[in-house]
């Protein structure tokens, strides 16, 4: 059985959210994931750091980078990328 979350990134339809994580491809939630680690204190992440880390091919990482800005999840900075706003922070 296939979810929403284990469609290739090219299925989703047009201007589909990216509001819940579960309508998320498992390429978009893998490249989401190396720009989140890579965000360390806030340090934009660049399309290479992002690419070797999430172990897919370039193109791919674009695409889905684009689909992430388009959603919210990712903010551009420059050439680089910051997570976008959430509401999943930890408790201090």
């Known amino acids: 059985m296939t979810t929403m979350g284990d469609r290739d990134r090219d299925d989703r339809a047009p201007g589909e959210s990216l509001e819940d994580v ?3 491809s498992g390429t978009d939630l893998t490249v989401y994931e190396a720009v989140a680690a890579l ?6 992440a660049t399309v290479t750091e992002i690419t070797g880390l999430a172990g897919l091919p370039e193109e791919t990482v674009r695409h889905s980078l684009d ?3 388009g959603g919210g999840r990712l903010v551009p900075s420059g050439e680089s990328y910051l997570l976008g706003p959430h509401d999943w922070g930890l408790d201090r």
């Open 22 to 24: 579960q309508e998320m």
């Open 39 to 44: 965000n360390v204190a806030e340090r934009p």
């Open 67 to 69: 689909a992430l800005v």
